[in-house]
């Protein structure tokens, strides 16, 4: 059973977001972080030294490793940001200040 | 409503802040809860976000009937505009006045837009977030913090993969494990590096709570039904995967807190939910001058901290849980009612309450005592391992600052290293950086508890920031 079941949601229409361009669903509620895991993606940006994927770690809003760039504004944490109809998600390199 | 009663900002809406605003909205103040959620409930009370439709929220929840009725309490107040609600509000501090307070917070998820709330007092009851200590790969995307799981699965209904292991230590593990398994997520394994027996050699410690020992019986007996296999006295020691989670190591640990070698077993999984316990949130406390013993707010018998006008409760004065966090609550909420409207309250008036907190202290006072990262756990963070995920500081650099350059404590180790000045300010990294550098942990002592755009600092001056 997925969660979405078991909480027996009935979420309003899906919509429509782009991730570096490539749509993907989201339901009406959802943050990006969210948003992304639905869609099976747990990394969306790459850290400023080393380069490493990262995605989700604390899930509410402590640790900053969730960082995504939406709608051109960078550092936005997805686990915090409601994801809106339209929005263009791009994962973000460094700061996501630097290209 | 009467514009001369007193004015109480409660800050957080958890099960703390909520049973303290109804005790305070309930005895002739005027309150307004400023929380940083979008809806109230806090961490234990996270409720699927509006727009998903849940119609069996219940179903990833436990104390259903004592959200119902906080929610129903809280929803009759805010008609009858005795409490006002400031969702979507994060304050990043709070300033003490002569004439009383005034809480400065950030609108919305993005935290650009200023606001603020004047208040005659305040009560902090901003709660915990959870600790993780370092370990190869636990940087992967795949490994999530134990709450954070949790928090992901009650608040948006999603999962990071389809096979978890729930590691770490503490009884946070429990209903993370109960949870994913019952939201479909096969739980390979629930690795406790602790030894749960060592709580019936202190049954008598705990025996006044017989209530909390039932609920983790009943979750041991979820875990048993759905097959998850539990691992006491076991830790993870690595996490594998290139680009995201693929497996992790999990081994047994001697009597000492060593890992025994020879009995690393590797179990493929995609998600790692791993917490090591939980830390309080005490920047706006420490800001305000509030003492702060150990990790802890220190508060009184009234939950006073010994800043006048400066109430604390839940997990900021110490962790222990939704029932600790309701009866600071209410003993906080009636306290502050009765001072602000100029009498000494008479706790005999919350002697239910006074005991309940007196028997869950003790409780997870025995709790911590068991429930304590494995003692050597520093011996398998290699060199190479990142300890500060904001600035990427690996634990060979931590080491070298102490063993080549002489560090002696946390802030030379910052100052050498960069651990700890990134965006989290140490909230992630400060026990990890202790651990590895052999210092004793403090007090992280930001001067903001969110990070502050340097356009809302410069209105500061002004009265812009209300204005607008
Ligand atoms: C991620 C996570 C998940 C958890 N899940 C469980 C669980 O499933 N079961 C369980 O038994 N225990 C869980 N816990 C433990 C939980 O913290 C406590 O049991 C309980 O919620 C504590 O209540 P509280 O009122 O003290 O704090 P909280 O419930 O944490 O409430 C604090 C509130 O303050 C707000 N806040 C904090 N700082 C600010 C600020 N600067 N500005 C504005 N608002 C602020 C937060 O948004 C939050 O709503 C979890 C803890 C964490 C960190
Ligand atoms: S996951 Fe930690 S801030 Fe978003």
Redesign the interface.
Known sequence: ????E???????PAFTVTLDGREIDA?????V??AL??AGV??WRT????G??????????????C?VTVND?PG??A????VRPGDAIRTQEGTGHER | MNAEEPRLAVIGAGPAGLAAALAAAGRGVRVTLVD?A?APGG?FYRQ??????????E??HHQWRTWRRLREGLDQYIAAGRVGHRADHHVWCVEREPEGFTVHALLG??QEKPAVVHADAVLLATGG??KVLPFPGW???????A???????K???????RTAVVAGTGPLLLPVATGLA???VTVAALVESADPKALVRRAGALAGRADKLAEGAGYARELLRRRVRTLVRHTVVEAHGT??LTAVTVAALDAEGRVRPGTERRTPCDTLAVGHGMLPHTDLAEALGCRIIGPNVHVDEEQRTDVPGVWAAGETTGIGGAALALAEGHIAGRSAAARLRGRDPDPREWAAAAKSRAALRGFFATLDSVYAPPAHWTEQVTDATVVC????VTAGAVREAVGELGAGDVRTVKLLTRAGM???QG??CGPAVAGIAGCPESVGRRPFARPVPLGVLADQNGDQAEAR
């Open positions: 059973m997925n969660p979405l078991l909480a027996e949601a009935e979420p309003g339901l009406p509620g959802q943050t972080a969210a895991w639905a747990t990394s850290t400023r030294g080393e490493r994927p990262r995605g989700v770690f604390c899930g509410i809003g402590v640790c900053f490793d960082l504004r936005q944490r686990c915090l940001v409601p | 940083s979008e961490q699927p976000s509006a727009g998903l439709g849940a119609r069996r929220p179903a990833l998820p993005e977030y959870e940087t992967l995307p795949g490994v999530v913090t709450g954070g799981a949790q928090a992901m699965l608040g948006g209904l999603v999962v990071s993969g019952g939201a479909g680009d995201r995920r904001c600035e990427e990134g965006w989290c909230r992630v």
